[in-house]
């Protein structure tokens, strides 16, 4: 079974995250900040990693970046979360290391479906 991690500050948005996702077949961990997140995968590392685009502890570029430098046998795939479609802020995480984004709020058709995007192009 695929591990997913969700990171975001709100309890909520993950609660409804992990609902969505666990009935596809996904487990869901969550992380309420960017050091939890970085803790954890530096433990071990999930298949797909959502990265919230405005953590409280730190930049969410700098979260992508912490990921990717960790050495695993796992390299994620790393999607930021978006409030609005921001270009520069989507550049951004891209360069850092993510292969996409996510715009919310979301619900459940259109998060199965970016995930389903995003699997597709690993």
């Known amino acids: 079974m695929k591990r997913c991690m969700f990171i975001d500050d709100s309890s909520v948005v993950r609660r409804v995250a992990r609902r969505i996702l666990g009935g596809s077949g996904l487990m869901v961990i969550e992380a309420g900040t960017g050091t939890e997140a970085i803790d954890i995968c530096t433990s071990d590392m999930p298949e797909i990693v959502v990265v919230d685009g405005a953590l409280p502890d730190m930049p969410s570029i700098d979260v992508i970046r912490h990921i990717r430098a960790i050495r695993s046998p796992v390299k994620p ?13 989507i550049m951004r995480a891209r ?5 996409d984004y996510i715009l919310k709020p979301f619900n459940r058709a259109q998060l199965l479906e970016r995930f389903r995007t995003l699997q597709a192009a690993a």
């Open 77 to 89: 795939l790393i999607a930021i979360c978006l409030t609005e479609v921001d270009i520069g802020a």
């Open 95 to 99: 360069r850092a290391g993510a292969q």
